[in-house]
Structure formats: structure tokens, C-alpha cells
């Protein structure tokens, strides 16, 4: 079995409004060197199957549903896990 | 392992859990023996104030509740009116202050799902939702979270689910800074004939769970004692988090079952506070009859869940049916459609004792009684506050610049317009609603009908500070006011009262003056209490809220061309005040804004000439002679032709007799209308409190007043008022 | 003109737009589940606004995979009418049936406001009773209706005539302004304002009825 890591961000040219709100209030909260700030989703899927077999899939269903991948971005890692 | 009965006793654990060791040993005496921890539980979470009223009960007796239009009064989930046509409105108003300061999001959207639930369990289609806020007046970041996440709380529960939020009210005041109140209404409409009450009778029928998994949610005492015997308490929460998803499904399907499944229902409730035992003890109290019920059926959505856990759980979205035996599979078909969990977890017992099994074994045996009928009620030696004794002296205004007065009162928060937070709740949904948030009260048609519905919510905390009885009796005739200005005859009250710790005598006598007063003017308008709730113990470090009772006033509408609005329409009408002004300035804004408080006696009020002088409003309107019309609330009748200019930008040009202080006198009872110059003989005739003030038109707001007057451009009044308190907030 | 209402779980606005359609603007509506898999035999599917299966991934996202999808998706490319409003419109957007997506506001707050809108093209077959340049008033209601593609996709909609919508006063941030578009075949639509709010004077104004007009006027041909 493995565990599948996914992160899903904005594209770096959306503009993203939950981001700005954070960094504007830890500017205001005096934290001045937080240069950005990236608001993302993750997703954590146990999945059964040989590891070739789980990144295929994986990479399948974040294009097709946990991102949208007109405006965000994926990645992931996978690591065996017991059952 | 739970502790023994023996131990409980010895050790005093019913205490943690808000029990009094007479109430502990009262129970014991009903069971003739001691209970366990899970009945012990069980006694903690239907002795609670929340769900016995056993401090209010001897008040809310005094209530009217009762008239020819009542179907069915406080005691169910919801109270229902008749409006004719076969249909019946069906509404309630309930309290999350206490969760909402902890968790201002989840807090507030749980209120709005709780108070749906309710008006759904009893057969009707929830069709408007209003919202009643009070907030601390400093507006520090904290606060500002606050606001903005109850609101969003709201938003979030209420757009999703698709049920219109019409109206509602916001005040802020700085007894409310630590404790926020927010009360949430529910209206319904539903055919009289769909009535369904909340009711487990006849032996061998089953019980239905259906909803949410239960999880250790909410379980305010029980998760305090749970977190004693294991070591998992770091990864809990005892915040509830609410699902609308979830909610329109069983909304839906309930619904369904009660329209379309009548002959196999028996009852249905929500699982609101003290959850799973309070609806089944509930339901089988109401009708007379025991339950038992199983509770490894119960579906959990965490490991280890103890009896009083499952039993305590304020999971949300969740419903208990009873079912007629035999119709088990027609109902749970419908759930399943759905894609709704129901499971057939208990049955109805000839001999009225509460059992529950749990692995096997018996861990709950007691009568039903002792939990519902058994619970003492407490009154408290009522003792007038030093400040109400002793009043402080009248508070004389001195207004040289009325319409700087005018500007600086416009920008008050409690004045200025709140569509910078109702803007963010979908008003519109389900396309019924005739008038929007903003206006005196929410409209909505109802459909099929010629009929429309005017809801509103009103309190004002800070007169019952100073006069609870009459304070109480005004709220009631602002909000039949505010129904009045739309053209709705007034039907009945919903209400929540929120106050500080009935335990003290000051607290106690505000409730049993303000109650007074309520009652008094509810029978002076017609208007019987058929719901509410209480929430008792807002108070931080010692200190009470204002007494609060939050009045949900329904109305009907039977002609919808009769639906009138603020705004004035046309230039050329003519603007007249009805009702007269006196030199009432203590509590009011003007006072606050002079002399940073609000103090003295609360003076110009008679009921029966409030009563009068609205019936009379009403009457005009209903003769299509008013094309305008507004109760005047805050900053008086200054403030209340800005309001009235503000949709369509249209000024007026006005002469009175009054004095510059008088503009922006609160003096209740009175109503600002516009009338169509053909229709002006027809109008005086009908009304003659009215005074003539002259006509709408122009840019400029000018009042000529005997020692001055006011004489701005309307554009820039609208403006202080519309963007006043988004200016605050940001 | 015969008009399916798609209904999925945590629609609500389906009933609404059914009453719109059918006994305000006179034409042939009935309600359908997202459980149906065969959508022939209609002019027009209407896709409603809500917060379809809660929204709980992205707006829209959840829905892209409901059993009535295929169908959805032959209907359109067999050139049926579609029009997706407010939740809709995300459905559409994370099917693929039009471009872009839909984002959160600005200002991360839901808005219900009447807004005024400047019809683009008034040449499709959601809008010809409409003339070009006028400004109708629709309400909107949503959290996340903000429009956005990537330069290149505004460049071809703008191109081709595809942006039907524009608000006056851009409430939430969308690209150029974008309120409603079409795909690049004009018989799909998306749009975050509700037209089926719009359709009673009682409820504050009729300006939505011209586009139920409009498609009934194409799909029956001589409407009056």
C-alpha cells in the first residue's frame, strides 16, 4: 500500500486573495520578512497497488479532480505504508 | 473504567456537570437507588437550563401564548399560525450565543442549522431565514474577527442550504463586547394538514436515527468528564461544525416522508442540545409511552464512544423519527435515496421507562419522567437594580448645528446602514422575496397564494437596561411597527431571551419586568408567543449583558399590491408624520452620542396610543393611500427621512414645529409615510394623528424647524449612512 | 421550446429556474436528476446555481463526475442549448465545457447585490432580445464568481465574440470584467448572474426574462 502526499496550489498567475489577506496581516503583526505567502490544499489517499500502478493513478485523479488544473498546480509523493 | 454510583455520590461528580447535590439526590429518590454515571449523564444534560427551562419556566408561564390564529403553541419544535387558505406559518427563533464566542464561524452556522431543523421536524418547508446579532461596541481586531465571522458563519450555512435571508438586525453595545449574542429565525410555510409533532407513541414502533454520524461533538460536561478517563483528549474538539450539505438532504427527504409518508409517520425531532436523549426522552414523555434503544445501532464516527458520550453528542444534522412497525423499509427507502445513513436503532415501550443497551448490557433503566416532567423549577427573589431605583436626571440635548447632528448620528454603527455585513447572505433564493434586507421588515410572497408574509427581529438592549417593563413592551411595538410599515397585519412572536444569571436578583427582576411588559403588549397587538428560547448566564467576569429578549414578529399580508417600502417614490409626494413627538431623549442615540452613555427614565411611551397609531398606519396603507411608510426607531425622525431617501436619492423639502433637538427625539409609536397628492384629503381623514410636513423632491434634505433646522445635500447624508460602518469595519 | 432542470444534490436553485422557465415565461419545463443519463428530446438543459455535493473540493468539482455528465456532454456537442448560471456556470467551467474558471472573490465575502450588466453580444441565441450595449440588472450571488483564464483564452474569447456578459461595476474581480460567456460554438453559456431572479416586477424587475425569451424564440422559431 502507499500513501499518496498531494499538494494543490494556484498557479503563480492567479491571484490569490486568501494569500494576500495573510501576508497583509502578518506584515501588520510585525513578521515584515515574510516575503510571500502561498495558500494551498492537501490531500492524504491510501491506495492499494504497486507503486507504478498508485503514480499513474494518482496523477490521473489530480488532474482530473483534486485540482482544477486551469488555475492550480499539483504535486505529490508516495511512500509504502503497512496495511 | 466509569466511576461507581457509590462514588459518584462520594466524590460529588454530578457537580462538574451543573448538577446541585438536591438535584443529584432527587434524582436518586425517583430511581430509588443511585444512578450510574450514564444515567447521571443523562440527568446532567435534561436538567440543564437548556432543556428543562428550569429557571425561565416560571416566567415564560406568564407568557400569552394563545389566540383563534394559533395552531400550535411553545412546547413543540416550532409554533404554527394559521393564515388561511388551508396554509399555515410555522417559525422560531433560537440563541448560539455561548458557542458562537468560542467559534464564531461554526457557532453561528450551527444556529442557523438548529433552528432549521425545527422547522422542518414539524412538516413545514423552511422558506426565510433572519439573523439578530449584538456585538461589543469597540470594534478591536478581535471584534472585527468576530463580526466577520459570524456573519460569514451565517453566509456559509444559509446560502448553501438555499434559504433566503430576509431581514434581521445588528446592535452593538459595549455590554456585549465579551459576549455576543446571535439568534437565528426560521420561518416555514407549509398545508395545515402536513402538522407533525414530535411524538414516540405505541408500543412496538420503531425509533429512526437519520443524519450525521454521532461524534464527541458538543459535549460540553460529558467531554470534560470523558477527557478524566482517557488520554485522547488533545485530538478533540467539543466545537460543533456544521454541514448545510448534509442538511438540504435531510431537509429534503424529511419533508418527503412527512408529505408522502404521513400514515407510517408517527413523529419526528431534531437532535439539537443533549441530543440523542433529549429528542428520544422528549418524544416519549410527550406522548406517554418508555423507548429503549440500542446504541451500538447508533452510527458513530469515532472509536471508544461511551454511552453518555453517544447519548450527550450535539453532533449536528441529525433527526429521530418514530415509525409505525411494519413501515420500517418504506421510510429508510426514502433515506437511502437520498444517500442519507438511517438505521432503526430503538422501539417504543408500553411502560414508560428509558433503557438503553450498549455492548449487550443494559446501562440505562429509568422512568422517562425523571428526565422530562421531574426536573424542579427555581424562582428567584426579584431585586431592582440601584440604577433603575434611582434614575439619572432627564438628559436635556442642546442641538445648535442640526445637520452636523444629523451627519454625526448617520455614522453611528447602531444607525448606520448594515448592508456591508447582510449583503454577504443570499436574500433571494427560492424567488419569493418581495422586500429585501434593509428595508423595515423582510418580505416574502407565498406561493400560490395572494398572500406575503413581513418577518422581522428586533431588540434593543439598551432601553431594558434602563426600564425592562417598558423596554420589553416597546421591542414587541417596534417590531409590530416595522411589520406595519410593509403592510402586514402583525400575527405572533417568536422570541429568545438572552440575560445574565438568573440566580441574581437584579438579573431575575429584569427578566420578570421585561416578561411583563412583553405580555402586556402582546395581547395589546394581537400577537401570542408560539416559540422561543432562552439563554441565561451571558456574562463575563461577573458582569450581564443588557437584558436582551429578541422579539421574531410574523405578519401577514393577504393583498400583495398592498406591500409597501422606505423609500420614497415620486417627487411631489407628500411626507407626513403620524404619531406625536416629545422631548423624549433619555436612551437615545442622540444622548449617546452627546454624553457617551445612555441613562435616565424611559419616558413618551403609551401602549394603547402605540397600538392606535399604528392600527391607523395600517389602515391607510391597506387603502393603497400610503406610497411610503417607516417606523421611526434610532436617531428619530431626522435619521429616519435619510433612511427613507436613501434608495432612490430622492431629497424633500419639509417644515415642522418641532425644535432642532426634537428631530432626533426617540419618542416611541410614530411612522414617517409619503402620500400621492391626490390622495392627501383621503389620508388626513383616515389618520388624523398625522401631520403634514411637505414634499418629496430635489437633491437637498431641508427641515425647517422653529429654532433652525437641517439643510444638506441627501447624497451626502445617503452616503455617511451607507458607508459609515464598512468604513468602521475595514 | 422543452426545457430540462438539472437538479444535483445541493442544487438550489433548480426549482427557481423551473418556475422562470415554465409558468413565467410560458415554455415546457420539468426537473431533472443528476442521476439521468439520457438528456434527448430536449432543446435547452438549464444547469442551476446551489452548491452542488456541498462544493466541498472547488465549486462545480464534484459534480463534473454525476452520472448525468456523458450526457450533458453529448447533448452539447450534438449543438443543444446549454446554460449554466452560478454553480452552474463552475460545473461547466471543471467539465470542460467552457473555458476558464471561477474563483474566489476579490474580497473573499459572498455577494448578493443586484448588478448592473452591459450585454456584449446580443447576436446569440441566449441574448438576441436583447440589444448590444444595453445594461440590464441582474442579482448575483456567490462567493466565488470571480472569472479567470490565462491571457491567451481571454485574447480567443474576446476574438470570438464569446464574452456575452460584462458587469458595470466588476463586483468580484473577474477578468475583463466577464460575467458570461459562450463557448466558441455559441450554444453553451455560463454566467454567475441569475437571470431566473430577474423575471417577476413583483420581485423587484424582469431584465433575465429576455434571455428564456431569447432561447424560446430560437428553439420554437416564430415566437412572438
Known sequence: MYKAKIFVNYKPSVLDPKATVIQQTLTRLGQTNVDSVMVGKYFELVLQGNEAAVNEQVAKLCSEMLANVNMETYRYTLEEVEA | MAPTPEQIKRERLYEPLGLTTAEYDRFAELLGRLPNYTEMGLQSGMWSEHCSYKYSKPILKTFWTHNERVVMGPGEGAGVIDIGDGMAVVFKAESHNHPSAVE???????????????????????????????????????????????????????????????????????????????????????????????????????IIYVGAMTGRDGINGASFASSEFTDEAADRSAVQVGDPFMEKLLTDACLEVTRDHRAALVGMQDMGAAGLVSSSAEMASKAGYGVTLNLDLIPQREPNMTPFEIMLSESQERMLLCVKAGHEAEILAVFAEYDLEAVVCGRVTADGQYRLYHHDELVCDIPVTALTDAVPTYTTTPRIPAALAHPAPDFVPVVADATATLQALLALPNIASKRALFSRYDAQVQTNTVVLPGDDAGVIRVRGTHKALAVTTDSNGRLLALDPYRGGAMTVCEAAANLIATGATPLGITDCLNYGDPRKPEVYYMLQESARGITEATRAWNTPVVSGNVSLY???????????????????????????????????????????????????????????????????????????????????????????????????????????????????????????????AETPGRFLVTVAPADVAAFEALVPQATRLGPVGGNQLCIDTCDGGVNAPIADLIQTQQEALAWQLA | MKAAVLNFPGSNCAEDLLWAVGPIAGAHAEIVPATATDLTGYDLVLVPGGFSYGDYLRSGAIAKFAPVMPALRAFAEAGGYVLGICNGFQILTEAGLLPGALQWNRDLTFICEPEPLVVENATTAFTRRYTAGQVITLPIAHGEGNYYADDATLTALEAHHQVVLRYQHNPNGSCRDIAGITNEAGNVMGMMPHPERAVEALLGGTDGLGMFESLMEVCDGAYA
Open chain 2, 104 to 206: 464564531p464561524y461554526e457557532g453561528a452556522a450551527t444556529g442557523v442549522g438548529g433552528i432549521i431543523r425545527d422547522i422542518f421536524s414539524i412538516g413545514a418547508k423552511p422558506v426565510a431565514s433572519l439573523d439578530s446579532l449584538a456585538f461589543g461596541s469597540d470594534f478591536t481586531p478581535h471584534n472585527q474577527q468576530l463580526i466577520d465571522q459570524v456573519v460569514a458563519g451565517i453566509g456559509g450555512y444559509g446560502n448553501s442550504i438555499g434559504i433566503p435571508t430576509i431581514g434581521g438586525e445588528v446592535q452593538f453595545d459595549a455590554s456585549y463586547q465579551q459576549n455576543p449574542l446571535v439568534n437565528a429565525m426560521c420561518v416555514g410555510v407549509m398545508p395545515k394538514s402536513a402538522l407533525q409533532k414530535g411524538a414516540a407513541a405505541g408500543a412496538g414502533n420503531a
Open chain 2, 538 to 664: 451571558n456574562e463575563t467576569s461577573g458582569e450581564a449583558i443588557a437584558p436582551t429578549p429578541m422579539i421574531g414578529m410574523v405578519g401577514l399580508i393577504d393583498d400583495l399590491s398592498a406591500i409597501t417600502t422606505v423609500g420614497f417614490k415620486q417627487a411631489g409626494d407628500v411626507v407626513y408624520l403620524v404619531g406625536q413627538t416629545g422631548d423624549d431623549f433619555n436612551g437615545s442615540s442622540l444622548q449617546f452620542l452627546q454624553t457617551g452613555q445612555y441613562a435616565g427614565r424611559i419616558t413618551g411611551f403609551d401602549l394603547p396610543t402605540a397600538v392606535a397609531t399604528g392600527q391607523a398606519v395600517l389602515t391607510a396603507i391597506q387603502a393603497h393611500l400610503v406610497t411610503a411608510c417607516h417606523d421611526l426607531s434610532d436617531g428619530g425622525l431626522a435619521a429616519g427621512l435619510v433612511e427613507m431617501a436613501a434608495s432612490n436619492v430622492l431629497g424633500a423639502r419639509l417644515t415642522t414645529s418641532l425644535t432642532n433637538a426634537q428631530l432626533f
